[in-house]
């Protein structure tokens, strides 16, 4: 039972805007370093988000958008979607949320001072407790439904590494087994994986699109090289066929659910292209009948990955439309339309119409229009 706002926290919080403004980032990043004493809490973030402070802005902005539509909360129900769906994939616990809340009021208050008075503190203790109450019970509900699926599990799972595919210089495809040989969670074309990593001194979990349509026997997700990356460099260095890992089901929404029969342009770049692939192959079995017009660039045409999936998905009867961008222009001997340079707004919305849903997916972003 979600208990609603005391009288008086909505007004309280909504005139503290101006401070979440001003000084959000700061909270943001002073509560995250307090968190990320705690090993288990710290290996549910993402590292390199954290020093480059993707993180930290991302949640001041949730923030200060939950600050503005609090009396009005459904508002914020596709952001909401999306964070529920990130905690679903880290196995996050309701035991957590009380260790967040903490850290968060606790920052405010370091913070801001003197200005973050006993009512002010009163209150944002009160819109966590809101909102944490509406996420964990989004997420219970969450985890069981997937969990009494076909193929559908609970916690984490065992799978092993059926085999690696070398997909371009720099991905590689990793397809995964299940150890108990039973069937696996139908995915829906454009979710993640995420995988619990605790050895060889790395201890986090880490997400990855799944690549492959959906098969109820395995999955495939293909990985990108980054230099500075300690865990796609280990992906690539030190895993092996026959090497097991521990997988959480399917999450994420972004997919083609709410697109109904309006055609969709799917615009990718570099390893942007995964969840697209899943999409594009489901479409090939049958499972996805709107048209697709894949837009994908890359530096040079050699680097673009899954070349021969491409070729045979541009020779169906029921061929999606292909455009392949390149910044150099060099390599070019797909037999399929290239243009030299990058992706531009322009180009795009020539080709488009007004009905047409546009899904952009650059390395880990994702978002729709």
């Known amino acids: 039972m979600i208990e609603p706002l005391k009288s008086g926290t909505a007004e309280i919080v909504k005139a503290t805007i101006p401070a979440l403004e001003a000084y959000g980032v700061t909270i943001t990043k002073t509560m995250y370093g307090s968190l990320m004493r705690d090993p288990a809490i710290a290996a549910m973030f993402n590292q390199t988000d954290q020093a480059n402070g993707r993180q930290p802005h991302a949640l001041a902005a949730a923030v200060l958008a939950y600050a503005r539509h609090i009396d009005h909360p459904e508002k914020l129900e596709s952001a909401l979607s999306l964070i529920v769906e990130r905690h679903v994939a880290v196995m996050v616990k309701p035991e957590q949320y009380p260790v967040v809340g903490t850290a ?50 609970r916690e984490w799972r065992s799978f092993r590494v059926a085999s690696r595919v070398q997909e371009s210089d720099t991905v590689t495809s990793f397809w995964l087994a299940p150890v108990d040989n039973k069937p696996v969670l139908l995915h829906k074309p454009g979710q993640f994986l995420t995988f619990k990593l605790e050895r060889d001194g790395i201890n986090t979990r880490r997400s990855y699109s799944i690549s492959n349509a959906p098969d109820a026997q395995s999955y495939r997700i293909s990985v990108k090289r980054d230099p500075n990356g300690q865990v796609s460099s280990w992906f690539h260095d030190r895993l092996r066929e026959g090497d097991k890992l521990d997988v959480a089901p399917p999450a994420g929404d972004f997919t083609l659910a709410a697109t109904g029969t309006s055609p969709v342009l799917l615009a990718s770049a570099g390893i942007g292209i995964t969840p697209f692939m899943s999409m594009l192959l489901t479409a090939r079995a049958g499972g996805i009948t709107k ?16 070349r021969s999936s491409l070729l045979e998905l541009a020779g169906a009867p029921t061929a999606p439309r292909i455009d392949l961008f390149s910044s150099t222009g060099a390599g070019n001997n797909l037999s399929l339309p290239g243009h030299k340079g990058h992706i531009s707004a322009q180009w795009i919305f020539d080709n488009i119409t007004p009905e047409t849903h546009i899904f952009v997916c650059v390395l880990a972003v994702f978002s729709t229009i």
């Open 104 to 153: 968060l009021l606790g920052a405010i208050k370091t913070v801001l001072g003197d200005a973050a008075t006993p009512q002010i503190m009163e209150a944002w203790s009160d819109a966590y407790r809101f909102l944490a109450e509406i996420l964990i019970s989004h997420e219970a509900r969450i985890y069981n439904e997937r969990s009494a699926l076909p193929g559908g599990w």
């Open 291 to 306: 048209p697709l017009h894949l837009v994908h660039g890359d530096h040079d045409y050699d680097r673009i990955p899954f």
